[in-house]
């Protein structure tokens, strides 16, 4: 093992060479410390469950069935079960290895029973603290190697990323799993974000409602309108569609967004992103003008003036009309006049509620965001361990956008 995977401490310069060996010789104790108590709080648990479901020594819950049952007779009373001493097992913790005395239970026909222990994983050498701080460095942006060299240096001992990524993608599947109904808003956000799986680049379809919460995901897939409509369709059964008070929806224009929500939230109208599509109009006017063009800017400056407002009335929106047809009357036969000629009425959606944002800047925040946490990934080697990574990652994103600000400093979050 190497030097930058132990659990010894350095200095870093601050300290004499006394002092650092004095430093150093108080963590080691201290650890050795924590180890003993991590080893006897352990077998107390463990003791406890034994405790709870046999009774106390000298006094065993008799005639009665329990939730133990012998993989041999399949008896599950408590009166043919015994204590049977000890056997150690070494459960790698945050502080350190430490050696656990479980508890052996013998049914009366001979054979030990397979206990569900409540206190540690089946066939686990890892425990709870030390799994669950695996997926903490995973979320938080760490690759693969750095994790397992980190909790390599925390626990004293070495760890594989194998198994670190092994117990992410536990908890993905498990956050798969949950399809509780949601609270449906007012307006769902819909935009798209990149992974790279098997050396293939796939898209993830994201609803992400306006404070940044994502609703549910579909991927990695194609932006085709069928797999947009199994999103949808799957909000749908979860409780956001129009019948339970969805109104609007916020999408780049694609064309298949629009066919999708054409299909299944026919009564929502749709807000086109603003940005995107001045950027087609920057695009067009570069191609035409030249990109260093000065007409380039003026002509995306009038465009902004016909899209953005800041007042949700009937004069902003009489106000609106009127810049809009003096700008096709200046621009006719442009490619940008086109664009903004059929763009404009589902443009200009959220002039009706000021609760519609004009564009879709909030998905695309927290796509940034996930993007940061996945990039160190360097992509995914199976679609099923990119579903599970994501699961757990837009698991977390929510737990974190809901939590107050004075408790983000010393709260982690409870992943499956």
């Known amino acids: 093992m190497n030097e930058h995977s132990t659990s010894r401490f350095y200095s870093q310069g ?10 150093e010789s108080e963590e ?8 003993v108590a991590m080893a006897e709080q352990m077998s107390e648990r463990l003791e406890g469950e034994v405790e709870e479901e046999l009774g106390p020594r000298g006094e065993r819950k008799a005639g009665t069935s329990g939730i133990w049952v012998c993989p041999r007779c399949a008896t599950s009373l408590r009166a043919d079960f015994r204590r049977n001493g000890h056997y150690r097992r070494v459960i790698v913790t945050l502080v350190g290895p430490v050696t656990v005395r479980v508890p052996l239970i013998r049914c009366r026909c001979g054979k030990h029973l397979h206990i569900p222990w409540k206190t540690l994983v089946p066939r686990s050498r890892y425990w709870y603290d030390f799994a669950s701080q695996w997926e903490r460095q995973y979320l938080a942006g760490s690759s693969y190697r750095k994790t397992a060299e980190l909790l390599s240096s925390l626990a004293g001992t070495q760890t594989s990323h194998m198994a670190g990524w092994r117990e992410t993608q536990k908890a993905g599947a498990a956050a798969r799993r949950v399809r509780q109904a949601l609270e449906c808003p007012k307006v769902v956000i819909l935009d798209e974000m990149y992974v790279w799986e098997k ?14 919460t994502i609703l549910d995901f579909e991927g990695p897939t194609s932006r085709s309108a069928e797999h947009w409509r199994q999103l949808l369709e799957r909000l749908s059964e979860r409780g956001v569609d129009p019948d339970h008070g969805l109104a609007y929806v916020v999408a780049d224009g694609d064309n298949a967004i629009r066919q999708a929500v054409e299909w ?11 940005w995107h599509i001045l950027m ?21 400056e009038e465009a902004r003036a016909v899209l953005m407002h800041q007042a949700c009335t009937s004069e902003t929106r009489q106000r609106a009309a ?18 903004m000629a059929r763009c404009y009425t589902q443009a200009t959606t959220y002039l009706l509620n000021s609760a519609v944002p004009c564009t879709n800047g909030t998905a695309e925040r927290t796509i940034k965001e996930l993007r940061r946490r996945i990039k160190t990934m360097d992509g995914f080697k199976s679609h099923m361990g990119a579903k599970n990574l994501l699961a757990v990652l837009i698991q977390w994103h929510n737990w974190w956008r ?12 409870s992943l499956p």
């Open 14 to 23: 601050h300290l004499q060479p006394h002092q650092a060996r004095l430093v």
């Open 28 to 35: 080691a104790r201290c650890r050795a410390d924590a180890r």
């Open 199 to 212: 050396g293939s680049k796939k898209a993830v379809l994201l609803a992400v409602d306006p404070r940044g």
């Open 264 to 274: 299944v939230w026919g009564e929502a109208k749709v807000q086109h992103c603003v």
């Open 280 to 300: 087609a109009i920057r695009t067009e006017a570069q191609r035409v003008c030249g990109e260093m063009s000065r007409s380039v800017t003026q002509i995306v």
């Open 322 to 339: 009127e810049r809009l047809a003096a700008f096709l009357k200046k621009h006719a036969g442009k490619p940008w006049a086109e664009i």
């Open 402 to 413: 809901e939590l107050p600000s004075t408790s983000k400093c010393t709260v982690s979050p």
